[in-house]
């Protein structure tokens, strides 16, 4: 059988050992490559590894890359199906094989003596030569290779030669939801290893929390002596533990300690946190403290290189991540790059480091021929778990091993499990596929409901070992377009049961792949079999740009938490480890929205776990509705973030507004001109729709309840709404009476085909410079959920900038609000919109008092809520937004469109995962509510 189809591990490669660098030369591989893509194994030319092969005639390719990326073949998506005949370990003959060539020299200092060649990834298989000796070949895309080279290498032009295979057995064990993408897409390194230098080592530093003492042992071959200046340690035999005070790393406060691991012939620089994982009381520990995983999963991804992730972008997201109150990763679903980690350790992120494992395709043919169950597939299991555990053993940020990603279960992974056990019994062993626990220690589910959780919580599983496991989620809250909503609710149950150790929402990004002016997905590069925009289902954008669901986690899981309590503010440190030391508070009283007066809060010190009631400021008597806002910010700039940066906050109401105040003074209805005349307001007398107000034409509002379904709408109620014929309401006129000092328009609104809608009564009355608008809604027969439930209006496009007074500075949802403060904003129109990659309803504005749509004169109109309502403000109808595939669909026409509302519905997580909570249901019943309308300037 070729080595493409076996279904063993590679061949040729050293044994696994750690990520690390020394003071040995290494020689970056990195850089410009020759390459070419043939069509099939098979038309791949012999001879690529000769010294004498022309390659003169071959294209120049960037390594690390992923080709598909650059221009050959094309990107393909597929969540679960592969996308190729399931007959494994077959692939198909047409295999696309990319031919790679690089010419080196070696420094003029460079050693004689061992090397290695060290390939970081490449993906899915790759036969390697040097010099016209095959080195061998390497499976595992996510996974490193090294092979030994030191007596093949020569002074000046050494030609190595990698050809690498797009599909290969190998290929049935890499079924990770995301992009099908190929070719050696990590850094590619020449290691001089000096004899008698440091092939491997493993530093363990356990800290023990009931006596604050350290224990550092390492685990090597040398003959090797560790230094740690700070803690005065010199030449220190590293075979001989070592125990001495120190401080603990956590994620929270992520003490590293430099030092050094030496022979005579290599310096290795190693990075000590010191820090103990424990199982205990069926709690999840680390020094003794149990954790709540505030976590996110990450992808490699990058919208122009794919998984070619430079340090640069890690560091981005790791950044982005602190920000955001983020601190744990479970690094879905295979070994990140080193460097990430490194980050991890650095910044402070606990971390799930998993193995490059998925075979998630053979779930629809019911896990048939699944090869977690083959003894064919053993060697390659137990290959990739070894080479995830040794490369990354060191790091202090990882604290549990997981075997892969949904890939069923079997023999091949107890046997991983077995063996990262034994190898390693200072970590906990995650794998979500082992449903009964029989071979890991943590208790794992995705998408589980809140009720599942709370079940969970409360011990009710009947099966006894899972029951006293700690529990987690290893995904949750599905971030697909606009959402997840029912993040709170996750958040108290994992307050409130302390065997609910949080969890990792599903995912940290969109996995949009930039093409001209928009992001792609699946689909868009014309495959056969896609699963369209699910790969687009992330808390930041394709470019990093944090969604509103970002904003929204980090305020549900922000660490400090700032509440109005009988007697003043109530403080609570939520971070499992450290106290507020390190936090200013702050406060500014705003009336209406503008600062009157800000100061400094006084709080003492709260422990974790703890919290404190601190007395409100002395504030100044204020007029209208006034607000305290309570900040928590660094004192002084962390490594993540600079001074000021706030990490919690919270919002006292000091003065709330009273009933609304309308202008006195009724004015009635007259007829001029054919026209109704009321106030302000201009109607048209046949469909008593308002037509202009103060003299601006607009087009008045009418019920609507429809908005551009969501993805998460798409897998829960839209096919009833649509079914319902939401989306296309008639309005019936049924009387326009224009007696006296009301106009009062009586609608019914239903969809064609049905016999049930929606009495709609619409009462205007002239209140001095104000029209108000009192709406009645009365279901006739209608049932169910509505998307929304409010009014549309539209109004002249020059009307482009918007001020408000109510919940922002960005879009928010019944179940996603929590990031929404009262204040006030202003957007320009187009800043109102959130740049879903999947067009789809967004930016809806909470709790609204008042807004103001004006040009650039400040002439416009104004909408006064009784007491509130929501809005959203585009240039585009709901009807053309649910239309557009990508952004670049949506073109603004020359009207502003406004939707006025009462109520939403929920956002829920149903794209994967539970729907919208009960609470947040918008049922259809009566509803009134009022508005006013008048002219700004
Ligand atoms: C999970 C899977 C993830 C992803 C997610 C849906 O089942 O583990 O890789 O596919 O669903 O986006």
New binding site residues.
Partial sequence: MSYVEDPGPGHGSAPPRAAFTSDAPALPLSGTWRFRLFSAVAAAPAGVERDDFDDSAWDELPVPSMWQLHGYGTPAYT??RYPFPVDPPHVPSDNPTGDHRRRFDLPASWPAGPAVLRFDGIDSCARIWLNGVELGVTKGSRLPAEFEVGPLLRPRDNVLAVRVHQWSAGSYLED??MWWLSGIFRDVTLLARPAGGIGDYWLRADYDHTTGLGTVRVETEADALLAIPELGVSAHPAGLPLELPVEPWSAESPRLYDGSLSTAAERVPVRIGFRTVAIDDGLLKVNGRRLLLRGV?RHEHHPRTGRAVPRDVALADVLLMKRHNVNAVRT??YPPDPAFLELCDEYGLWVIDECDL?T?GFGPLEWERNPSADPAWEDAYLDRMRRTVERDKNRPSVILWSLG??SHTGPNLERMAEWTHHRDPTRPVHYEGDHDCSYVDVHSR??ATHAEVESIGLREDVDPRRRDLPFLLC?YG?A?GNGPGGLLEYRELFERYPNCQGGFV??WLDHGLLAGDHFAYGGDFGEAIHDGN?VI?GLVFPDRTPSPGLVEFAKVIEPVRIEAAPGGIRVSNHYDFVSTAHLTFTWVLESEGIPVEEGILDVPTVQSGQNALVPLPRLPATGGESWLTVSASLTSASAWAPAGHVVGWGQLPVSRAVDVVWPVGRGPVFRTGGRLRLGVGEFDPVTGRLIALGGHPVRGPRLDVWRATTDNDRAESASEWWEAGLHRLQHRVIAVDADGDDLVVRTRVAPPAQASGLLTDYTWTALGDRLRLRVEITPDGLAGTLPRLGLTMAVPGAFGSAEWFGGGPGEAYPDSRQAARIGRFSRGVDDLQTPYVFPQENGNRVDVRWLRLTDAEGTGIRVDGDPAFDFTARRWTSAALEAARHTTDLHAGDLVHLTLDVAQHGLGSAS?GPGVLPRYRLQVRKTEFTLGFGVAN
Avoid: A, K, P, R
């Fill in positions: 969540n679960v990770q939801d999963n879905s679903h998925e998630h990603n949904e995705m998408y995904e599905h697909m599903w995912e699910f289902d994967c």
